[in-house]
């Protein structure tokens, strides 16, 4: 059986390596309990060669992911890091065209493309985010397909089962507009999602997609959008900073997938 994902974006959080640490080995214990559900800690570059080994005697029960990466592997590229300067570290996972890069940063489809094959190149597993801003809820279809798109451009059939897609609309996300998507509207855009990869790929990349869902996701909602696996899981940014709420997150979306 599949796992239901529980992905952690700690952005630019916790401030010192002590409360990093700290983070993780909470979430660690509690995973040690939970039977149907993968966590992944997405952490700032500079904390993740301290957390990959979690508790010594046993081994980490969470996997660890980056929050992005670069296009090309190694070379004269000031300030880069690289997908396989990832993979050697430990990492799992690498976050690509989250909303705060694309805004913050001038990350565009095409870089997240190219940032994307380079991930699956050096053997991690993207999260490629897509979603809408507030303005453009008129023409979410659009907007999708156009990320989906040009973001996964010569990207193999293949290759899609070890690719995470994240819904995150931008206008659910707590550091902006924070406004509630409720789970029907993240599951109407579940459908535009498998129905674009039914498009371009087939019916059983469609099917297999794993597509999860991020907005001001806390202890309370987060079950609802994996109702009846509608979702394959949640990416959480505020709420996985604080070790109690993230705990109750992984708790109750363990129960659930039972
Ligand atoms: P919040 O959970 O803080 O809304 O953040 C969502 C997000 O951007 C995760 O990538």
Redesign the pocket.
């Known amino acids: 059986m599949t796992k239901t994902l529980i992905i952690a ?1 700690w952005k630019c959080n916790p401030v010192s390596v002590v409360e990093a640490k700290n983070l993780f080995k909470s979430a660690d214990g509690v995973v040690r309990n939970a039977k149907n559900v993968e966590v992944v800690i997405c952490s700032p570059f500079v904390y993740l060669s301290e957390l990959k080994n979690g508790p010594k005697d046993q081994g980490s029960g969470v996997a660890l992911g980056a929050q992005d990466c670069f296009w090309e592997q190694k070379g004269a590229y000031t300030g880069e890091v690289s997908p396989v300067m990832l993979k050697n570290l430990g990492c799992k996972y690498v ?1 690509v065209g ?3 890069r694309r805004k913050y940063f001038n990350e565009t489809n095409e870089s997240v493309n190219k940032k994307i094959k380079a991930a699956f190149e050096a053997g991690l597993k993207p999260i490629f ?1 897509v979603g809408e801003k507030h303005d453009e809820k008129e023409i979410i279809k659009e907007v999708l397909e156009k990320q989906l798109f040009e973001g996964l451009a010569g990207v193999s059939a293949s290759k899609i089962s070890d690719l995470i897609i ?1 819904y ?1 609309p931008v206008w ?4 902006e507009e ?1 406004e509630y998507c409720s789970p029907e509207y993240a599951f109407s855009a579940n459908l535009i999602i498998k129905k674009f990869l039914f498009k371009e790929y087939d019916k059983t990349v469609a099917d297999k997609a794993r597509i999860i869902y ?4 806390d202890g309370k909602d987060a079950g609802l959008y994996i109702k009846e696996g509608k979702l394959a899981g949640v ?5 996985s900073l604080n070790a109690m709420e993230f705990g109750k997150i992984i708790k109750s979306m363990d129960a659930i997938s039972s």
Do not use: D, M
């Not at 659910?172 to 550091?175: K, V």
């Not at 990416?235 to 709420?239: P, Q, S």
């Open positions: 974006n976050i989250h909303s705060e985010c994240a995150e659910a996300i707590s550091s924070g991020g907005g001001s996701v990416l959480v940014g505020k709420a």
